[in-house]
């Protein structure tokens, strides 16, 4: 089993090799050792550790640890354990805006540290876990609110799913993570990104084509088309440089 890797934030450098030593001992893997915020972001960054031990202080005219802890918070997420000689309240309270795994008032021993340690990655791995399931449940409720069967799109709408003919459809709008559905008499939207539908669409039909990062239309209802435009009834859509060839390739033009 992989040892947890840790990274040490502490500008009392006789304190942190202290530190360093006694949790090899217990069997964790040291990283590195920091002694400024600024550096620390850069390691965490590169090396990711498993977990940091903190210091809150950081030595004068520099960042210091509760800064730092954002700041990493900010690259990636990590458990943070403080370890300070600070307990007064304001200290605390910023300290607790960062939602750090626990706090710890130095000095701290071997027993406290290595306890604190394993609570805090159980706690991460927790949160993980429910952070995964949130997603799936997420992707999964897209799924749910419409299907393709045969030649058709069911699309769920005020708990009751309407049926839309494929060849019925004009073309397809892309917003940031759904797509809306242009037909003569309606607009339907689903929450999907248009990449993912798309790839859908093309395992029960080959009307589709994609012209632009923002669009697919239907070929079968193109009115017109120029170099840089494909024309609808009432609408005009541009055509990407990075889709042309394929879109000509798929209406059969030789250029």
């Known amino acids: 089993m992989d040892k947890i890797k840790i990274l040490i934030i502490e500008d009392d450098i006789i304190t942190a090799k202290d530190i360093a030593q006694r949790m090899e001992i217990e069997g964790?893997?040291?990283?590195?050792?920091?002694?400024?915020?600024?550096?620390?972001?850069?390691?965490?960054?590169?090396?990711?550790?498993?977990?940091?031990?903190?210091?809150?202080?950081?030595?004068?005219?520099?960042?210091?640890?509760?800064?730092?802890?954002?700041?990493?918070?900010?690259?990636?997420?990590?458990?943070?354990?403080?370890?300070?000689?600070?307990?007064?309240?304001?200290?605390?309270?910023?300290?607790?805006?960062?939602?750090?795994?626990?706090?710890?008032?130095?000095?701290?021993?071997?027993?406290?540290?290595?306890?604190?340690?394993?609570?805090?990655?159980?706690?991460?791995a927790d949160l993980k876990i429910r952070q995964e399931a949130e997603i799936e449940k997420k992707e999964k409720a897209k799924e749910s609110d419409h299907f393709i069967l045969n030649d058709n799109i069911f699309i769920k709408m005020k708990e009751k799913f309407y049926k839309v003919k494929l060849s019925d459809i004009l073309w397809i709008e892309a917003g940031s993570n759904y797509s809306t559905i242009i037909t003569p008499s309606h607009k339907y939207t689903i929450l999907l990104n248009l990449g993912a539908f798309f790839k859908k669409l093309q395992k029960n039909t080959r009307i589709f084509v994609r012209i632009h990062r923002s669009y697919t239309i239907n070929i079968e209802h193109i009115n017109s088309f120029d170099i840089s435009h494909v024309h609808f009834k009432n609408k005009k859509i541009p055509i990407g440089k990075s889709y042309r060839d394929d879109f000509y390739k798929r209406i059969g033009y030789v250029k």
């Open 28 to 124: 964790y893997d040291i990283l590195s050792i920091v002694d400024n915020g600024e550096e620390a972001i850069e390691v965490a960054k590169n090396l990711q550790p498993d977990i940091v031990l903190l210091d809150i202080g950081l030595g004068k005219n520099k960042i210091d640890g509760i800064e730092t802890a954002k700041r990493i918070n900010k690259i990636r997420q990590m458990p943070v354990i403080f370890l300070t000689a600070y307990s007064d309240n304001e200290t605390v309270n910023r300290a607790m805006e960062t939602m750090p795994a626990s706090y710890l008032v130095k000095p701290v021993n071997d027993k406290q540290l290595k306890t604190s340690i394993n609570l805090a990655m159980n706690r991460f």
